[in-house]
Each structure stands twice: as structure tokens, then as C-alpha cells.
Nanobody
Framework: QLQFVESGGGSVQPGGSLRLSCAAS????????IGWFRQAPGKEREGVSC????????NYADSVKGRFTISRDNAKKTVYLQMNSLKPEDTGVYYC??????????????????WGQGTQVTVSS
């Protein structure tokens, strides 16, 4: 059974760090591009970062460039999102999702077809 489990969310002060994990089961992870998305209350879901099947290519939203780093360990079937220098506007529920193929449009949610349940990130003083 295909399953994604996100973890690592929590509450942190501005300037702090969190590391999110997305653990997959029921699939061969290296066949898929993985995306991280977030949704704040009252806002649309937005793409944060995505990584190609091998991990050689990545893409980031302008708002997180230089602060967030996506990585993957296909042997462990896990994708990570290291988040540093967190800001209050980073607050939201963070989701991981899979799609086939990698392209420059991988920050768009419409081509992803399986999503995790999400993990809450709150950045507040």
C-alpha cells in the first residue's frame, strides 16, 4: 500500500531551523520526482521545493532560496527538507507528494498525484 508519512514539523522562533522528513512505503522512490508544498490558512497550496529522481536536479520557490535545502535518500525511501532562517511567513502545513518525470514546472501542484497527510510548521515569537 502506497503511503507517505511527513514528520519533523513543530513550533520554532524566527531564525530557527527544522528538518522535515517524508518517508515513503509501497513504491520504488527513485522512480519519482518528489515535491514539498505548503499551505497557510486561507491561502492556496504553493510549491516550496522539488527534487528529481536521482537528486541531481532541484528547484526552489524564490521565497525559500538560500534558506531551504531539499535532499533524498532513495535507499531509505526518504526525502528531506532542511529549513533554516525560518520566518513567520513560512508557517503552514507542509506536504510531500510524488509525480512522474522532472521538469522546471515541478513546483506546480497539478501534476502530483499522491500526497502525504502533512505536518504543521509554526514560526512565531
Amino acid at each position: 500500500q502506497l503511503q507517505f508519512v511527513e514528520s519533523g514539523g513543530g513550533s520554532v522562533q524566527p531564525g530557527g531551523s527544522l528538518r522535515l522528513s517524508c518517508a515513503a512505503s509501497g513504491l520504488t522512490l527513485e522512480f519519482y520526482t518528489i515535491g514539498w508544498f505548503r499551505q497557510a490558512p486561507g491561502k492556496e497550496r504553493e510549491g516550496v521545493s522539488c527534487i528529481s529522481m536521482s537528486g541531481a536536479s532541484t528547484n526552489y520557490a524564490d521565497s525559500v532560496k538560500g534558506r531551504f535545502t531539499i535532499s533524498r535518500d532513495n535507499a531509505k525511501k526518504t526525502v528531506y527538507l532542511q529549513m533554516n532562517s525560518l520566518k513567520p511567513e513560512d508557517t503552514g502545513v507542509y506536504y510531500c507528494a510524488i509525480r512522474e518525470g522532472y521538469s522546471s514546472t515541478c513546483l506546480r501542484p497539478n501534476n502530483y498525484y499522491y500526497w502525504g497527510q502533512g505536518t504543521q510548521v509554526t514560526v512565531s515569537s
